[in-house]
């Protein structure tokens, strides 16, 4: 690829002859590349951003091995507006999931712990009603096994379909997040793109280590409702998980072929510490 982008002509007459599905534009360097050069991670070759990926291409990525829980799990009953319903199949059908969040007790090499995994094609990981009343189950369950916790956060925020309901989720989750903490045990998060709205602002930003992965949008409100709100253009990495970073809210940014290794020895050294 790279041998190729030195001639422009080249390049030109092998980008021209490749359809479209073909080629992967990065959202933050705006290189192009050919999918095969993402590689089963999932990683911007050009700049090494982390590409939004399935839930459960995550599990296979991090884990050595995965049991789910609350599979079954969707949105109650009483949530009947047609519109709301026929987004909720797509997703599923998308996602293979029927929340926007997969948990289960997950193992890397000889060691336990459980896990949140919030999907971004599931209705932008956004936070529902079941999304809370799962990802509290799996806090309490971790409690009650006394386990550690990883969350990978990946939300537009509080599901505006489910009103007042999507944001008591952000008090449910975090008073089972409390309850684990009390309970002297570790939470890990790590920050995909894009972490925003009231997931950052609760259980996102709530751990007792922050990970991030490679150039991650974190934030709470949206860039033009801050530029619109003190009258400044913002800087192009505004809210990129290194500049929040800088700022002292994640304590690293990794690679995403480091997040399994990185979580072991984190978890190693919890163990050994209690």
Known sequence: MNQIKQD?????KRMDNIPDHLLV????????????????????????FAFRILAKRRVK???????????????????TNKKYREKIAKAEKLTGL????????????????????MDPYFIMGSLG????????????????????????????????????????????????????DQAG????????????GGVTASFAMQGDIILAEKHALVGFAGRRVIEQTIHQKLPAN??????????????????RKEVKPTLYKLIKLHQKEF
């Open 185 to 196: 045990l570790l939470y890990i998060v790590v920050l995909c793109d894009p972490t925003t």
């Open 25 to 48: 534009k990065c959202p933050y360097c705006h290189e192009v590349s050919f999918r095969e050069d993402i590689g089963p991670e999932h990683v911007c070759p050009k700049c090494g």
């Open 238 to 255: 505004f809210q990129r998980a290194e500049t929040v970073e800088e700022h002292g809210f994640i304590d690293a940014v990794i690679a």
């Open 98 to 117: 029927k929340e926007s969040v997969l948990t289960g007790k997950a193992k890397i090499k000889d060691l336990s712990f459980y896990t949140g995994i």
């Open 129 to 180: 009603s079941a999304t809370g009343e799962k990802i509290a189950r799996m806090f309490n369950k971790a409690t009650a096994d006394k386990l550690p916790v990883v969350m990978f956060t990946a939300s537009g925020g509080a599901r505006m379909q489910e009103g007042i309901d999507s944001l008591m989720q952000m008090a449910k989750i975090s008073s089972a997040v409390a309850k684990h």
């Open 61 to 79: 990525l991090t884990f050595d091995d995965f049991e789910e829980m609350d599979a079954e799990l969707t949105i109650p009953d009483r949530y």
């Open 8 to 12: 422009p002509d080249v390049f030109k």
